[in-house]
């Protein structure tokens, strides 16, 4: 009775994996990543990767379904803006993309499926596995959009659309280099039902330094050990960092910097 009832087990798992509405756009993903990331660039093969993303981008539509996000365009498309492995910026978080003029505004629009499936495959780059937790990680916010770092500086205490599973704003700065800074990139992340909204905004709020944090940072790059300078400054970013979230609810700018986020979840569509 063993065999048949494995048998069974197998059917059953079989047709929950063909089940999966994502599955038919990550098996195209993959077929095309495979093909482009083993091609030698030319003008002919960087036709069919333009000609492969507006493919993705017609199965993500389908997919995810009409979107409309105020102040961003009507039509989004794919977030993933490279197929060739080892190209900077590979492996954004798979789903619609939008953007404003100069990228001042940024939203991707995906579904929990994609964003599980996409959660695994950046398990090595220390993106927590459980949704809730990955999206208050600043792991997500670098490795989802664009191709530079994000350090996350503080949550904001947004509420909760009434529709929303969860809501998520932090507050944080964004960059190639020193990410020590005034923060003032908000993102934010909402979930309902199936669907996943992050809508990310540059240049969002205006903060202040906190002194008290200041001081953290200087006694930290003060000190002797460890005498690796790039560990060092690491050890001093993230007593910086923690020291900042501690100290952002009492200072003068945050009110703002919450009120700001609100108004970014209200652009969501949210119904």
Same mark, same amino acid.
């Given at each position: ?50 000609? *492969?993303?507006?493919?993705?981008? #017609?199965? $993500?539509?389908?997919?995810? @379904?009409?979107?409309?996000?105020? %102040? /961003? =365009?009507? &039509? ?30 940024? *939203?991707?629009?995906?579904?929990? #499926?994609? $964003?599980?499936?996409?959660? @695994?495959?950046?398990?090595?780059? %220390? /993106? =927590?596995? &459980? ?30 659309? *009434? ?11 964004? @960059?190639?280099?020193?990410?020590? %800074? /005034? =923060?003032? &990139? ?86």
């Amino acid at each position: 009775m063993r065999l048949p009832a494995f048998l069974c087990l197998l059917a059953l798992a079989t047709r929950a994996y063909a089940a999966a509405p994502e599955q038919p756009y990550l098996d195209l993903r993959d077929r095309h990543i495979a093909k482009f990331s083993k091609a030698k660039e030319s003008d002919e093969i960087n036709k069919q990767h333009d000609a *492969a993303l507006k493919e993705l981008s #017609g199965v $993500l539509r389908a997919l995810v @379904g009409p979107v409309t996000i105020k %102040g /961003l =365009p009507a &039509e989004g498309k794919s977030n993933v803006d490279t197929l060739f492995k080892g190209d900077s910026g590979f492996g954004h978080l798979d789903g619609l993309g939008f953007a404003s003029e100069g990228d001042r505004m940024q *939203a991707v629009v995906t579904t929990t #499926g994609l $964003l599980k499936h996409w959660l @695994g495959e950046h398990r090595e780059d %220390g /993106l =927590p596995q &459980e949704i809730g937790a990955a999206i208050r990680s600043d792991r997500f916010y670098y490795y989802a959009i664009q191709d530079s770092a994000f350090a996350k500086y503080a949550e904001l205490p947004v509420t909760k659309p *009434a529709s929303a599973g969860a809501a998520v704003a932090v507050l944080g700065v964004r @960059g190639n280099g020193d990410l020590k %800074g /005034l =923060p003032s &990139e908000i993102g934010v992340v909402a979930i309902q039902g199936e669907k996943v909204f992050f809508l990310a905004a540059t240049g969002a709020v205006k903060t202040a330094e906190i002194p008290a944090c200041e001081r953290v940072w200087k006694q930290m790059m003060a000190r002797k050990t460890p005498q690796d300078a790039i560990a060092l400054e690491d050890q001093a970013m993230e007593a910086y960092t923690k020291c900042f979230a501690k100290e952002a609810p009492s200072q003068s700018w945050f009110a703002a910097a919450v009120k700001k986020a609100q108004s970014q979840l209200d652009l969501l569509p949210l119904r």
